[in-house]
């Protein structure tokens, strides 16, 4: 169990029949399942509320694949190649573009960098139900042709864009902070060696203590934009935090480290 299907159909404005059905789907599954794998806590305890026996139901986070996304030197030669030049610090989202991202306070805290005249640029890789009106955001922005939005690039070519990317950011809305995240990208960005900041929020704060991830407050623009500054200004901390990453990632994050702990269930 990746999510909570009644509680994501109604952020993407679904109907209520959606909601119900999507409900009633997950606890079938699980009420008939021999053990159940949840990526969270808050899952974990949904199924329990609704009568799912605790004793068959495991917290397993999720994982990435280390030899798939990995640093990669000569960053200056893919930035040309990808973004016509290397000077920029590059801010990157790469993801579903749904409403739980937190993708406007992102954009806006861009835009306040901007206009403090930082040498940015914000990449934004993904598509998903809030597409349109992120594009129309973007569209009424200042500095919109500082930003690039792309969502169409291949999973074999992933590791190469986001290896352009300096700083990664991975923001997640309070309203799943019941059910708590593990998110994939976070994992793929600390793979690849990314310095990321998300936000204090369920399952992503815990990981702040080991000094890779920085967050903020969700919604907190000014909190978001200063910590930016503060790393765009201190490029020996981004190195040592792009180390840290790639180190964690490989000893926590490893979908062979996930799956053996999956096969001790069994």
Request: with cysteine; charged share 25%; net charge positive.
């Amino acid at each position: 169990n990746n999510g909570w299907i009644e509680i994501e159909t109604k952020i993407q404005r679904n109907s209520k029949i959606y909601q119900i059905v999507g409900k009633l789907l997950q606890i079938s599954d699980a009420k008939y399942a021999d053990k159940i794998v949840t990526v969270t806590d808050g899952i974990k305890n949904q199924l329990i509320k609704n009568n799912i026996k605790q004793d068959k139901i495991h917290v397993v986070g999720n994982g990435t694949n280390i030899t798939h996304f990995y640093p990669l030197r000569n960053i200056s030669k893919l930035k040309q190649k990808f973004l016509g030049n290397d000077d920029k610090i590059v801010l990157g989202f790469i993801g579903n573009i749904s409403k739980w991202q937190e993708l406007d306070t992102m954009i806006d805290a861009f835009e306040n960098i901007c206009n403090s005249n930082f040498n940015v640029t914000l990449l934004i890789i993904g598509s998903g139900t809030y597409l349109k009106e992120i594009k129309k955001k973007i569209e009424q922005l200042n500095h919109s042709d500082k930003i690039i939005l792309k969502n169409d690039i291949d999973y074999k070519d992933m590791n190469l864009w986001m290896n352009v990317i300096d700083i990664a950011l991975a923001a997640k809305s309070k309203i799943l902070d019941d059910i708590g995240y593990s998110p994939l990208k976070i994992r793929d960005y600390a793979a690849a060696g990314k310095p990321i900041i998300s936000t204090n929020v369920t399952g992503i704060r815990e990981y702040s203590k080991y000094k890779w991830l920085r967050v903020f407050e969700p919604g907190n623009i000014k909190e978001l934009q200063t910590i930016i500054e503060d790393l765009i200004n201190d490029r020996e901390l981004l190195g040592q935090m792009s180390i840290d990453a790639r180190k964690f990632a490989k000893q926590n994050f490893s979908w062979d480290v996930v799956a053996k702990k999956i096969q001790n269930l069994f």
